[in-house]
């Protein structure tokens, strides 16, 4: 297990350990295989999570330059069913008994409630897929639901629209005649005989009236859009959204690795970033500087010769990165699939590296200076996971309205 001492600002990792130790046997050692005792099986099995394993909770915190407050987040295995709020020690002050697992986040809505997105199984290929959704609902910090919307064809993202309605992701079958146009993606990796899902944003009223739909097909290109290596069942993934300060929307299409900005009164796409620099991107939403931060995953990049993750800020009007995180040695920080990343108050940014169950924080320079491993292992498409969609930290105050809002 890492040890971190923040007085001396000196992280003390397994490789830098493994050095030490290899030096002192070394220099101590008897250079003689024939002096030493014979080894002893281990009475305790090692454990068989690698994640579990190289250590989680708290891993290390600098109070001087952490963003101080509240870290909310839902693990994404099968039969979880709780959302955490822990502080910067980690430990955990409240938690939401929900009655579905995530599917697959939740946030504090600015009124202080909780909107979580559960998972309902259905019949269909989105149904039971396992980013399904189902259900989006408005909870109070005491359990109680205010309201519950639900959609067999939501997935991955929806949100609480300031106008008080709910926009949900949504899929459906493509038709077959545009499904034949779309390029791209490995061949064979269609489901059915040779289908495709789409997505669609519905925007509805929190009792469950349409209002407003967006199909993705309408205004995307089958022989442009194109995926590079993922899966041909979906084209192309929506993964998250967000509401825009001029009420239009902001949406991901991972597959496709590109985000679009949706006219709200016209329908139109008008504007538009793909790849590169993108690379099965998450997670996109605007600064107040009027920027564009998301989580940039990168597991097929057109402009690197390996996957790596980072985290980057764009400028809408130039769609120049203006500021990014990535480790110096690239592919030590990547997840596939999943995360996000959140400005702070004070100019730091929290990341979740969610494939792993990873958060910290870095400041505007780079270093971290809070990190947090997800310790609420389960399983999750028959693998043991401590995976997280999303993770977001609220201030003090911000947890202080949460607990009366009603």
Same mark, same amino acid.
């Given at each position: 297990m890492d040890a971190w001492d923040s007085s001396a600002n000196t992280r003390f990792t397994r490789r830098n350990l493994l050095f030490i130790t290899a030096g002192t046997a070394a220099i101590g050692g008897s250079g003689s295989a024939a002096g030493q005792a014979p080894a002893t099986p281990s009475a305790a099995p090692i454990?068989?999570?690698?994640v579990k394993r190289r250590g989680v909770g708290l891993r290390g915190h600098d109070p001087d330059r952490a963003f101080a407050g509240f870290t909310l987040f839902s693990p994404l295995p099968s039969t979880n069913k709780t959302v955490y709020?822990?502080?910067?020690?980690?430990?955990?002050?409240h938690t939401w008994q929900m009655p579905y697992p995530p599917g697959q986040s939740g946030y504090l809505t600015e009124r202080g409630t909780l909107f979580y997105n559960g998972q309902i199984p259905g019949d269909s290929h989105v149904g039971r897929a396992p980013y399904?959704?189902?259900?989006?609902?408005?909870?109070t910090w005491d359990g109680r639901i205010l309201w519950e919307v639900k959609h067999p064809d939501h997935n991955h993202d929806g949100i609480?629209?300031?106008?008080?309605?709910v926009m949900l992701i949504c899929q459906k079958p493509l038709a077959s005649e545009i499904a034949a146009k779309v390029q791209g993606g490995r061949r064979g990796t269609e489901y059915g005989n040779g289908q495709m899902d789409a997505p669609y944003l519905v925007e509805m009223t929190t009792d469950g009236k349409i209002v407003w739909e967006w199909r993705s097909w309408e205004h995307l290109d089958?022989?442009?859009d194109i995926a590079v290596q993922d899966d041909r069942d979906v084209w192309t993934v929506g993964n998250g959204l967000s509401e825009m300060p001029d009420g239009n929307i902001l949406l991901s299409f991972r597959d496709i690795s590109t985000v679009v900005m949706i006219n709200r009164q016209t329908d139109a796409i008008y504007w538009k970033?793909?790849?590169?620099?993108l690379a099965g991107q998450h997670a996109p939403y605007m600064l107040? *500087? +009027?920027?564009?931060? #998301?989580?940039? *995953? +990168?597991?097929?990049? #057109?402009?690197?010769?390996?996957?790596?993750s980072r985290v980057l800020e764009i400028d809408p009007a130039t769609k120049k990165i203006v500021w990014k995180f990535q480790e110096p040695r690239l592919a030590d920080f990547f997840s596939p699939r999943l995360s996000n990343a959140q400005r702070l108050p004070n100019g730091n940014t929290l990341i979740n590296e969610g494939w792993f169950g990873r958060f910290f924080e870095v400041t505007p320079a780079g270093d971290i200076?809070?990190?947090?491993?997800?310790?609420?292992f389960g399983v999750r498409q028959n693998f043991v996971v401590n995976a997280v969609q999303r993770a977001y930290r609220y201030s003090a105050e911000e947890i202080e309205k949460a607990r009366t809002a009603t």
């Open positions: 454990e068989p999570a690698t709020l822990i502080d910067m020690q980690g430990n955990v002050v399904r959704g189902g259900s989006a609902l408005e909870m609480r629209l300031r106008n008080g309605n089958p022989e442009a970033l793909g790849a590169p620099p107040a *500087n +009027g920027n564009v931060l #998301l989580f940039d *995953n +990168g597991p097929h990049r #057109l402009d690197q010769s390996f996957p790596h200076v809070w990190e947090y491993v997800n310790p609420y």
